[in-house]
């Protein structure tokens, strides 16, 4: 079975960089697109990125200047990193699986609340 | 930015009731349509993908529909189970996602 969890602390400062990792189990990690995604306050959902087994990424447009992905195979691990955040960014944070690059989402994380606040 | 929206935001109905939610992109992006639902306190759960392919598990009184812009998802007789949020996501160009229909108790 397929289990995918988030880890990353909770609260971030302003101005600061938000970080968080997902862990795959169940499955090898290659073969598929690992993607973050979060839902706002008002229950919106954004797509973040998605990120390879061999470190293709890709951004969302409105985002792409303050994320960056990064992956490691050994561990089943991808992560995400967030910088400048504001209290904008404070969301649940979800991972998630796709099998192509552009793609519906199967598998999801349990999500993880991370708020910006001082 | 391919932009989506959902009509309506919130739907009252009961069980039995045959449930109708759309979904429009502001441009074409047929076939890449999927629907998801959510439940307080979890993560969304892949419905459809591909406008109209069920997902392995998902009951078959749930169907997908729609072509170009304007897509449907229908739950044929409704179930104590499937009150909840209902989102859909383009994956044409990058990925978004419809504010959500709210389906609750009437």
């Known amino acids: 079975q397929v289990h995918l969890q988030e880890s990353g602390p909770g609260l971030v400062k302003p101005s600061e960089t938000l970080s968080l990792t997902c862990t795959v189990s169940?499955?090898?990690?290659?073969?598929?697109?690992w993607n973050w995604i979060r839902q706002l306050p008002g229950k919106r959902l954004e797509w973040i990125a998605f990120?390879?087994?061999?470190?293709?990424?890709r951004y969302s447009p409105s985002l792409r200047s303050r994320v960056t992905t990064s992956v490691d195979t050994s561990k089943g691990q991808f992560s995400l990193r967030l910088g400048s955040v504001t209290a904008a960014d404070t969301a649940v944070y979800y991972c998630?699986?796709?099998?192509?690059?552009?793609?519906?989402?199967?598998?999801w994380g349990q999500g993880t609340l991370v708020a910006v606040s001082s | 930015d391919i932009q989506m929206t959902q009509s309506p935001s919130t739907l009252s109905a009961s069980v039995g009731d045959r449930v109708t939610i759309t979904c429009r992109a502001s441009q074409s992006i047929h076939p890449w349509l999927a629907w998801y639902q959510q439940k307080p306190g979890k993560a969304p759960k892949l419905l459809i993908y591909k406008t109209s392919t069920l997902e392995t598990g998902v009951p078959s009184r749930f169907s997908g529909s729609g072509s170009g812009t304007e897509f449907t998802l229908t739950i044929s007789s409704l179930q104590p189970d499937d009150f909840a949020t209902y989102f859909c996501q383009q994956y044409n160009s990058f990925s978004t996602f419809g504010p959500g229909t709210n389906v609750e108790i009437k």
């Open positions: 990120i390879s087994d061999n470190g293709n990424a």
């Open positions: 169940g499955v090898s990690i290659s073969g598929f697109y």
């Open positions: 998630a699986r796709g099998y192509y690059t552009n793609d519906a989402f199967d598998v």
